[in-house]
Structure formats: C-alpha cells, structure tokens
C-alpha cells in the first residue's frame, strides 16, 4: 500500500477503536469483545509501526502512558473555578431555596440535582475538536498542567465528534474496584496505602511517570462548560445532554427537581444507593438549572450564589476492639489488624479493621477493649474513626507494638523510610512458602517443574521449610505427592541438581532480599564475586558501586547481620550449591572495544536465535546496559518479530533499531 492508502486505512482502524472505547469506557454498552478489539489494536501497532510518520496524538496507542515529566506547569484559568458553598441539613437546604427564590422574585425554580463524585476538578480544553490541555483546579485561579497524565484516561476523549473550540470541567476520580487492588498491590509492598479514592486519584493525578497513571484505571465524569464554543445549551440539564453528544462521559444519575421535596427525596435516594455505586460519591450538588437565572443570581467572592452542595455525613458506627492481630506478607512486612465486635456499616457486617502500621495506633492510642467509632473509607475500607475515651475501661494500658515476629521469634526491623515493621528472618514459616515459589522461579534458581502445586505440597507435608532444605530432597520424597509417579520425581531430583551450579547471581536473587532484583543481584555479584565477600560488605562499599543507591545498600547489609542467613548459607555450601560469580566480569569503558560498550540497549519482539536472557547476558559482557523501557537514554533498540510500542516509541524518538540478523552479524565481529 502507499502511504495514502495507509493513512486511510489507519483512520478507518482509529475510528472504529475510538467507537469501541467511548462504548466501553463513556457509555458502559460494549459491543465488542475484548478479543476484537485487542486483534484491531495490535493491526493498528503494526502499521503505525512501520509507518511512523502517521502517528497522530490522538490515536489510542498514545495512551499508555511512558514520558517521565520533570515537573508540572502553572497553568492560569481563564474562568477561575470557583468551590461550593456547603449546607448539611435539610433547613439549610430551605434556606437555600429561598434565597434563590427571593434574589429571582419567582415561587419557582428548577434545579438540576447531581451526583457529586469525590475525585479531582479538571478542566479540560478543545481546539478544532483535539484534545489540547488539561489542568487541575489547584486554588481555583491557578492550576497544574497534567495533560500528559490526562491522555492516559480512557474516558477522556482525545478528539471530539465535533471540530470545535471549548473548555469543560469535571471530576476525574478512581473507581471502587481500581482502588481496593491499588491498595491491595500496596499493601503486599510495605507501602502506605491510600486512605480513599480521591486520595488515590490526586496521587495518581501527579505521578510524573506517566506509565503509573495509565495503570491505575481513572475515569471521569464532565460536568460543566467553562467555554461554550458553539455549544447552544440554555440550562445545566442542557448542557450535560450536549456534552453527552459530543463524546463527553457524562453521569446520568442527574434529576430536575422543582421543589425542596424533591431534592430532600433525591438526596435520600442516592444516600441509600451510595454503597452499591461503582464510585464514591460525598454528596449531591444542587444548581439552578436555567442559565439565565444563573447569571442573574451571580457569584460571591468565592462560589456561585445558584449552586451548592449537600454533603452526606459520614455513617460511623460504635464497635469494640476485642483484639489487634499481626498478619506477615511474603516480603516480611507486619500488618496490623483490629479485631473488633461485628457491627453493620455501610450496608455489610464488619468484624475486622486493617490498622495499617504502627504509627497508626501509636497516632490513635488504640487500645485492646477501646470503644471505637468505625466508617468504610470510601464507602469500601472498614477504617478507624476515633477512640471514644471516655468509654475507655478502666486499667487499659497503652498497646505495645512486637518487637519480634509472631510466627519465627526473629528480631523485627523497621528499615530507613519504611513505616512498616519487618521481619527479614528467612527461616520465617510465615514467608517461607512464598520464598520458596520465588527461589524456584524462573529468574531465580529456575528449578524446572516446580511449580506453586509441587511446593505447596512439600511446604504442608514438612519435607521442605527452607531453601536449603529443597537440596536434600531424594526422589522417594516426591512420590509422597499426590498425582506424582516415578518419571517426574527423577525429573524434578535432576533440576534441584541441575540448580546446584548456577552463577551466584541467581541464588543472591532468589533469595529476595528487599529491593535486590535480578539486575541489581548481577552488578552485585559481577563486582563482589562470592556471596560470602558481599556478606562482609558495608554500606558504603555497595554504594561505591556505580547505580547502587542507599536503598539497596541498606537493604543488603541489613539482611547479611540476621545469624539466620549465615546459617542458611552455610547448609546451602555444604549441600554444594554455588557461591560463586560464575559470570564474565563486569566490563569497564577501558577494557572493552564492542561499540556496545556503555550503551543503553533495549530488547523487544519475538527473538528467533536467542532466549532473551541469553542475549542479554551477551550483551552484558560487552558493556551494555539492558533496560526494559524506551526513553530518550537509549541508544539501540533489538526488534525481533512482533515488535510493538516500544518499536513505535523508538521510531518516534529516531534511535537506532536493529533486527536480529543485523544484530547477529555484529556480534560475529565481536569475536
């Protein structure tokens, strides 16, 4: 095809999967399925790939995130977007509406009653129908530009149905399910989980990676017009099915209401349908709905004088703390949790409370038998409100947090900048399973068949507690297992062997030491050479290495003062594991002449003469540095077949990609 033919054809693509996306993401009314639309994408990735010159900002390849900002631009609105005034009962309410009705001189007023999302203002600006900025509220004058961030959300349209010039604001917030495996993610890495989702969605908001915002799942709902453009709407009402037709995800849950009747009954309704809402929502906002009267009515200094916002209180219920458990995650990390007396709230039985940390109940003064006031954050996370201590019983004392693991008895640790308690024991019951699936992986020990069912068998039947203990493990042991005959017992003997006399990289990695990845666990090794003279090493000698930061160095000279480790490495020699760097040394710019040398080089697509370890390795002992992600850094880009985005990306930012057989001729040189 020529290049016409080409731009027609990804037009053609780019529509239907724009079509697909609004009907998805805007209107909840797939009609394709994932499949389809994940085979018309992929076509589309393949031609922008060969062709990209014909990349357009608005294609939806463009939305997966990838530049890494600096920082964030003032950005000064053009119309200030001003708060709401507040009421919180159903007088104020009255009081409201007659002042309205006074300022007016009318009996009467339609008002248009809606959902009010608890998220983040944005605005949102159009040019000739493309999408062209994006901005917070920030104190209502000046904002932060966060366009980039923005093109990540799939229910902001990147191009409207319409050419045309305006500006529209709304809410960008997390939905409830997004948020519950944000925290979850969290939570399992030791970091401090959001409180709700409005927090999640300003944090997520602001990353200045903008790979994270586009994994965690925003969306939004416009509200207002800041700048009509040729838009003819004459109310709110208007106006929000106006947005709808251009593209815009507009809530539907909106009302007209002509009386304090009605918007007390709309308000009750949606305060019972709160919680099975897949958002969260922390009121109703009330606006005179003809236009005309808005302007009539004007604004104070701070907020329109035609609109305000009925806040829900928060339903908090009165429970006791019968017991705080502490629970250990497979990276070590204590939670602590409230048990408490069931109690109703928020539409379900609740009985347990994450506490978080320790900083939490030393910040509440949590006690064992405490009278609490309980709520679900974000109408989802059962939370802590406060002590009620005047309920307090008499003798409480303050609750001490364990200095020692529950499960293993080991001393616990709270690394530099963690809030968490950890307990970096090996030998910890309680992590070990896990330890072991990760030991076994591919990555690491790459123990061939053993997978999670294998090693959750030999964890409950007590033929294995520790990674050491997996090298005297005979083949008579495996025939314990249910559904393994004598083949596979050989089988799975021969790769723990096999294992044996792997790099010591590998062992360092598989060990999962906080922060230490297989990249980290290379440089570590390349520099060191055996595991016992990296044991022996300070802080400052790991840091003297080039890219090992702080962060690592703590964690690594932290791990090797546990007696538990030593022990550990000790049985793992004397069952003839290695312990040694068995890989080519670390190449320095002096010693080596490859022009891979102190390259930054990528690996994408399908290779066909090389596993991918295999050839990162290689390049490696050249002096290149193996990355995962394109940026403005990389030198080289390795493209086998199937290459994607990160081709496209490279294309985009004209470096150098070479294919397998250019590669493969390069590296004959190099002998």
């Given amino acids: 095809m020529d290049n016409a033919e080409v731009k027609k054809e990804l037009i053609q693509i780019k529509e239907t999967l724009k079509a697909w996306a609004h009907e998805y993401y805007v209107l909840d009314q797939p009609t394709a399925s994932d499949y389809d639309y994940d085979k018309l994408y ?20 463009q939305r997966v995130g ?8 003032k950005v000064t609105h053009n119309v200030p977007m001003m708060s709401l005034s507040d009421v919180f009962s159903r007088s104020e309410l009255e009081a409201f509406d007659a002042r ?36 917070t509220r920030g104190d209502g004058v000046v904002g932060e530009n966060i366009t980039e961030n923005l093109r990540t959300v799939q229910a902001i349209p990147m191009r409207l149905a319409q050419a045309i010039n305006l500006e529209v604001r709304g809410e960008c917030y997390m939905p409830k399910k997004s948020f519950l495996a944000l925290n979850e993610r969290r939570e399992q890495e030791g970091q401090d989980v959001f409180a709700n989702p409005r927090n999640a969605a300003a944090g997520s908001l ?7 915002t586009a994994q965690r799942n925003l969306s939004t709902f416009l509200y207002t017009v800041a700048d009509f453009g040729p838009l003819k709407a004459m109310s709110q009402s208007a106006a929000l099915a106006e947005l709808s037709t251009v593209g815009f995800r507009v809530n539907p849950e909106y009302r007209l209401c002509h009386s304090v009747a009605e918007i007390w009954q709309y308000i009750e309704e949606y305060h019972a349908k709160r919680t099975s809402l897949p958002y969260e929502i922390d009121g109703i906002v009330i606006k005179v709905d003809d236009f005309a ?5 004007g604004f104070t200094v701070k907020a329109p004088r035609f609109a305000t916002a009925y806040k829900f209180p928060p339903e908090e219920v009165e429970t006791v703390i019968e017991e705080i458990e502490w629970t250990i995650g497979r990276t070590g990390v204590l939670t602590p949790t409230a048990v408490m007396t069931p109690v109703r709230v928020a539409g379900s ?32 996370i059962p939370e802590v409100a406060k002590v009620l201590l005047a309920k307090r019983p008499a003798g409480s004392v303050p609750f001490v947090l364990p200095t020692h693991c529950p499960v293993c008895h080991s001393e616990l640790v709270h690394l530099e900048e963690e809030v968490a308690l950890r307990c970096i024991n090996p030998m910890c019951e309680a992590q070990l399973l896990e330890g072991l699936n990760h030991f076994v992986s591919r990555n690491a020990m790459n123990i061939d068949g ?37 083949k596979s017992a050989e089988n799975f003997y021969r790769a723990i062997q096999a294992s044996k006399s792997n790099s010591a990289e590998r062992l360092l990695f598989g060990l999962g030491i906080r922060h230490v990845g297989a990249k980290a666990a290379k440089i570590l090794m390349s520099h060191f050479g055996t595991i016992a003279a990296l044991a022996q090493a300070t802080k400052e000698d790991i840091v003297a290495i080039d890219s090992m930061g702080e962060i ?63 050839l990162k390795a290689r390049l490696e002992s050249l002096g290149a540095n193996v990355t995962g992600s394109v940026s403005k850094k990389t030198d080289i880009v390795i493209a086998g077949t199937d290459a994607g985005s990160k081709l496209i990306k490279a294309q985009s930012l004209n470096i150098p990609v070479m294919d397998e057989e250019q590669l493969q001729s390069k590296l004959m040189e190099e002998q």
């Fill in 552 to 614: 690592i160095a703590d964690s690594v000279t932290t791990y090797f003062k546990n007696q538990e480790v030593h022990q550990l490495l000790a049985e793992l020699q004397a069952a003839a594991v290695n312990l040694n760097y068995l890989g080519a040394p670390a190449v320095s710019p002096t010693e080596s002449t490859s022009e891979f040398n102190g390259k930054t080089v990528v690996l994408t697509g399908k290779l066909v003469h090389y596993t991918r370890d295999e």
């Fill in 293 to 297: 009267q808005q302007n009539q009515l």
């Fill in 206 to 212: 602001r990353q200045l990676d903008t790979r994270v």
């Fill in 100 to 135: 309205v009705k006074k300022a007016l001189g009318v009996e009467t007023v339609a008002y248009c009653c809606e959902l009010k999302i608890d998220g983040l203002a944005i605005t949102l600006k159009y040019q000739d129908g493309l999408f062209v900025q994006g901005a």
């Fill in 450 to 486: 053993l997978g999670p069912k294998i090693m959750q068998q030999l964890f409950a039947k007590g033929l294995v507690k520790d990674v050491a203990e997996l090298y005297r493990l005979q083949e008579a042991d495996f025939l314990q297992l249910d559904k393994v005959k004598e």
């Fill in 349 to 380: 039985t609740v009985s347990r409370a994450s506490l978080h940390n320790g900083d939490f109940i030393a910040e509440k003064d949590l006690r064992i038998g405490d009278h609490v006031l309980i709520y679900k954050a974000g109408d989802i």
């Fill in 66 to 73: 990838g530049k890494i900002l600096t920082g964030f631009e």
């Fill in 42 to 61: 992929r076509q589309l990735e393949e031609l922008e790939g060969q062709h990209p010159e014909l990349i357009t900002p608005d294609s939806p390849t």
